[in-house]
């Protein structure tokens, strides 16, 4: 056997063990270790408080930055809708999308492989419906910011979004999209590209209509979950509120499309239609044509953006009539059974006047005046009212006057001076058939309305109001301030529904109802001057007479052709409006009906 290793047993092992001893650590080397120490700590300690006290304010904005999701109002603007909650005008989401071509790359791509541009046209081509040449045309060699499509619904961008492509970015912004076309442009007017109200309500009530939108800034922990701190009190507030109209799209539609069609068959110039309701001024339907689509009004002539109803001043000529034999009767200078004389023609300061016909009908009452509609019989009529007394009822009724209305751009008549009224005899003369002053349609709607609901002068409007939700506001109650004597307008009232039973009216009746009306055939003036051959042709209805709820206006401008008048132009038009008026509005059928006549009407 081998013999052991010397020192190897464990006796041996044990006894070096023992005499091994343990060397003092040095003083000195103690003495470093603790400094290091305390010196790492008062390290610590000192960035701990310079972080804390002199940086925190500066780490904890920079925290805040990361922290905080800030949200911005896109400027989203209320809807409006119509008297039944049929949407007018809103708001939808699109979409802008940009390309930076230095970031292009696909899902599953190596972040630093950039795809070629011709690839990413290729891709979105099918999805914006633009060809991919298009596509590269637009991108050229540009390597960010290019703007590639706008007026994106929010299902292309949806499917855009999913395609995954990094360097393709979708800007969200509010577009304002008008559902009913061109049937309410007149008064609801448009938005321009950059957003700015350009005619109509939008522009008169842009501030009514903006919603009232805050500013966001949630805060999220590190994982991304919101905290509920720090935030502002009504910061999640949903402004659900819509600006409600008077106007009804059923019935402004049926008078849109009459009115178009009778203006295109007589080669009119322009027509309106206007419903109102008496009792308290509300519009219920106003159209004019030609008109413009507001989704595309860069494809239309400016000059179509202005209402010209409530902008434009006309002569109204044999529709103001009526007006003229209440104020007679209101001042008591005529009597309700009285009658004139008409010859037929006379002569005022030096001036003629003749009956439309040139003919004389005798001694007239003045039901008769209004069916034959009468010059002469009218100027016999107004001529035993003082001219200064004359002159301040039309000024108390505001022919010279800016109407009360929320229609934008509403304007005043015109009325010759007082001084001029009242020394020239020709002038009180010429207003007593309704020429010599003028007015807008919208006002002769007024004063009718003033006959209709037994004296009182109501505003006209065509809005109820803003209205959370789905809620709708109910009509307005009867309002205005009363100038005639409730007996005034019930006489003449009975007068008008003879024009319509006997005179140039007759083409308004309708079976089971009673209506009044008056017809106007008006010489056209422009500044001051009467245009030979242009005539305004109109109508005026108001209905049931039992209990008169409806004023009806019609107004032509220039149509063309010999037998042009008020009842072959714009009698019609009213016809069918007010058809479509007792369905709509489901009106019973009258208590009593008087007998038809077959007297031949005049124009």
């Known amino acids: 056997m081998p013999a052991k290793r010397q020192g190897s047993t464990p006796k041996a092992r044990?006894?070096?063990?023992?005499?091994?001893r343990l060397e003092p650590v040095p003083a000195g080397r103690m003495k470093v270790v603790f400094v290091l120490l305390c010196a790492g700590l008062l390290g610590l300690v000192g960035r701990m408080a310079w972080l804390q006290i002199v940086q925190a304010s500066e780490l904890e904005a920079r925290a805040r930055v990361v922290q905080?999701?800030?949200?911005?109002?896109?400027?989203s603007r209320r809807p409006i809708v119509d008297r039944n909650g049929r949407l007018v005008a809103l708001d939808e989401e699109r979409y802008r999308i940009w390309a930076h071509p230095r970031y292009f790359n696909f899902p599953g791509d190596e972040p630093t492989l950039i795809r070629d541009r011709q690839e990413v046209a290729a891709r979105l081509s099918p999805v914006l419906a633009l060809s991919s040449g298009e596509l590269n045309k637009r991108m050229g060699d540009r390597a960010s910011g290019i703007k590639l499509a706008e007026g994106v619904d929010p299902e292309t961008a949806t499917t855009v979004r999913s395609l995954g492509i990094s360097g393709i970015d979708l800007e969200p912004y509010p577009y304002r999209v008008y559902p009913q076309g061109s049937l309410f442009a007149n008064v609801v007017g448009f938005l321009n590209q950059e957003r700015q109200p350009q005619a109509g309500l939008e522009q008169s009530r842009d501030d009514d209509l903006q919603r009232h939108e805050q500013a966001r800034s949630l805060r999220r922990g590190a994982d991304g979950t919101p905290l509920p701190d720090n935030l502002a009190p009504g910061v999640f507030f949903g402004d659900d509120l819509r600006l409600q109209l008077t106007?009804?799209?059923?019935?402004?539609?049926l008078a849109a499309k009459a009115l178009s069609a009778q203006v295109k068959t007589w080669k009119a110039k322009k027509g309106v239609a206007i419903v109102m309701d008496v009792t308290n001024g509300e519009l219920m339907a106003l159209a004019s044509t030609p008109t413009y689509d507001a989704n595309r009004y860069w494809d239309f002539n400016p000059e179509r953006f202005r209402e010209w109803?409530?902008?434009?001043?006309?002569?109204?000529?044999?529709?103001f009539k009526p007006i003229n034999l209440a104020l007679a009767l209101q001042e008591g200078v005529i009597q309700p059974?009285?009658?004139?004389?008409?010859?037929?023609?006379?002569t005022i300061g030096g001036w003629p006047i003749r009956n439309h016909d040139r003919k004389g009908n005798g001694v007239v009452d003045f039901a008769t005046v209004l069916q034959v509609s009468s010059n002469v019989g009218m100027v016999q009529a107004m001529r035993k009212m003082r001219p200064s007394n004359y002159w301040d009822w039309l000024s108390r009724l505001g022919l010279d006057a800016k109407p009360d209305t929320d229609l934008p751009g509403a304007v005043a008549g015109q009325l010759k001076t007082k001084e001029q009224f009242t020394t020239q005899p020709i002038e009180p003369a010429t207003a007593a058939f309704g020429q010599g002053f003028s007015l807008t349609p919208l006002k002769l709607?007024?004063?009718?309305?003033?006959?209709?609901?037994?004296?009182?002068?109501?505003?006209?409007?065509?809005?109820?109001?803003?209205?959370?939700?789905?809620?709708?506001?109910?009509?307005?109650?009867?309002?205005?301030?009363?100038?005639?004597?409730?007996?005034?307008?019930?006489?003449?009232l009975n007068w008008m529904e003879s024009v319509v039973e006997k005179g140039s009216g007759k083409g308004v009746r309708t079976p089971g109802y009673r209506i009044g009306g008056k017809t106007g055939t008006a010489q056209k003036a422009v500044n001051g001057v009467y245009v030979p051959g242009a005539l305004i042709c109109s109508f005026v209805a108001t209905l049931p007479i039992e209990d008169p709820r409806y004023v009806v206006l019609v107004v032509v401008d220039e149509p063309?052709?010999?037998?042009?008048?008020?009842?072959?132009?714009?009698?019609?038009?009213?016809?069918?409006?007010?058809?479509?008026?007792?369905?709509?509005?489901?009106?019973?059928?009258?208590?009593?009906?008087?007998s038809a006549q077959t007297d031949t009407p005049p124009p």
Do not use: C, F
Request: glycine content about 10%; proline content about 7%; hydrophobic content about 35%.
């Open 14 to 20: 044990r006894e070096r063990r023992r005499v091994i």
């Open 68 to 75: 905080t999701q800030r949200t911005k109002p896109l400027g």
């Open 445 to 492: 709607v007024q004063l009718h309305a003033l006959i209709a609901n037994g004296g009182r002068l109501v505003s006209p409007h065509i809005t109820r109001g803003l209205r959370a939700g789905h809620a709708l506001a109910p009509s307005g109650e009867r309002m205005g301030q009363p100038l005639l004597r409730p007996e005034v307008t019930r006489t003449v």
């Open 247 to 253: 106007l009804d799209a059923r019935l402004q539609e």
């Open 337 to 346: 059974n009285e009658t004139v004389y008409d010859s037929g023609a006379l």
């Open 309 to 319: 109803s409530v902008q434009d001043l006309y002569e109204p000529g044999s529709t």
């Open 560 to 594: 063309q052709g010999e037998h042009a008048y008020g009842s072959t132009v714009a009698l019609p038009v009213a016809k069918s409006i007010i058809d479509g008026l007792l369905v709509i509005e489901k009106i019973p059928p009258s208590g009593r009906v008087k």
